[in-house]
């Protein structure tokens, strides 16, 4: 695959073309790494279909011209997590997706003791919140995910004292996983970017301003630069990401995804 400038509307149709070749599958056959591998990729695969579908739905439903550029956005940036996240589990598949799948123990155990500790909350809205939310989602499971913590705590802590739980299931932050993965430049630069929109900085302010002789003025119209952006980022993290199931499960060639860049006129 090679990164260029195209316009919105070649874009999406790569985006659609790697939409029918991701569907050509119905299964992944196992991988020797194990099961758990086999079935993380599997999930994260249709994770990511639902993305770029979700995409070429919208772009059909508002047009380019009031395309909702940051929830394309948010679906963007998605793609990326899910592809960084593939990439380092495929160096040590085993272990790490062993790791990964072990890591909602933890998850639990977090949401559980927040819940619990909110039962008590000062507001009394809250506090209904809270409790109503303890008897349907952890009252009868108290006890088994206290045990289910404890068995893979020792494997999730970190610092010299090993007291300290990490914040994610690989010990890392997704840059240092992107990095590990050789995908530091997407990172800075695009990952940079879609992260904007998601936190809610001032980019996404910006995105509905519009500066005009009259003064400011505020539409949902979108610019074609910021349609762009959601479906070049978008095409080539779904790219990258096929190429490695193509790697791992042989579900089509390894140059497969590239093909799909190679639409009439470009």
């Known amino acids: 695959m090679t990164i260029r400038l195209l316009t919105v509307d070649e874009h999406q149709r790569i985006l659609a073309q790697l939409v029918t070749l991701g569907q050509s599958v119905e299964g992944f056959?196992?991988?020797?790494?194990?099961?758990?591998?086999?079935s993380l990729l599997a999930c994260f695969h249709l994770h990511n279909l639902a993305c770029v579908r979700s995409l070429l739905a919208l772009a059909k439903a508002f047009g380019n011209?009031?395309?909702p550029v940051t929830p394309g956005y948010a679906i963007a940036r998605s793609l990326f997590e899910t592809e960084i996240n593939a990439h380092y589990i495929a160096a040590d598949p085993a272990t790490r997706s062993k790791r990964y799948l072990d890591f909602v123990h933890v998850v639990n155990k977090r949401e559980m003791e927040a819940c619990a500790k909110h039962r008590k909350s000062s507001d009394p809205t809250?506090?209904?919140?809270?409790?109503?939310?303890?008897?349907?989602?952890?009252?009868?499971?108290?006890?088994?995910?206290?045990?289910?913590?404890?068995?893979v705590a020792p494997m999730f802590r970190q610092g010299s004292k090993k007291t300290k739980l990490c914040s994610s299931w690989a010990g890392?932050?997704?840059?240092?996983?992107?990095?590990?993965?050789?995908?530091?430049?997407?990172?800075?630069?695009?990952?940079?970017?879609?992260?904007?929109?998601?936190?809610?900085?001032?980019?996404l302010a910006d995105r509905f301003l519009r500066a005009t002789s009259d003064g400011p003025i505020w539409s949902m119209r979108a610019e074609e630069g910021h349609v762009g952006r959601v479906f070049q980022?978008?095409?080539?993290?779904?790219?990258?990401?096929?190429?490695?199931?193509?790697?791992?499960?042989?579900?089509?060639?390894?140059?497969?995804?590239?093909?799909?860049w190679s639409i009439v006129g470009v």
């Not at 779904?238 to 390894?254: H, N």
Request: charged share 25%; with cysteine.
């Open 172 to 203: 890392k932050s997704i840059r240092e996983m992107a990095v590990a993965v050789n995908h530091e430049e997407a990172y800075d630069v695009f990952y940079g970017y879609l992260s904007s929109f998601a936190h809610s900085n001032i980019r």
């Open 65 to 67: 011209e009031w395309f």
């Open 126 to 151: 809250w506090r209904e919140a809270m409790e109503t939310t303890w008897q349907q989602e952890w009252a009868n499971r108290e006890r088994t995910v206290n045990a289910q913590f404890a068995r």
């Open 233 to 260: 980022h978008a095409a080539i993290f779904f790219t990258c990401f096929l190429e490695l199931i193509a790697s791992e499960f042989g579900a089509w060639a390894r140059e497969e995804p590239s093909r799909c």
């Open 29 to 38: 056959p196992p991988n020797a790494a194990g099961f758990e591998y086999t």
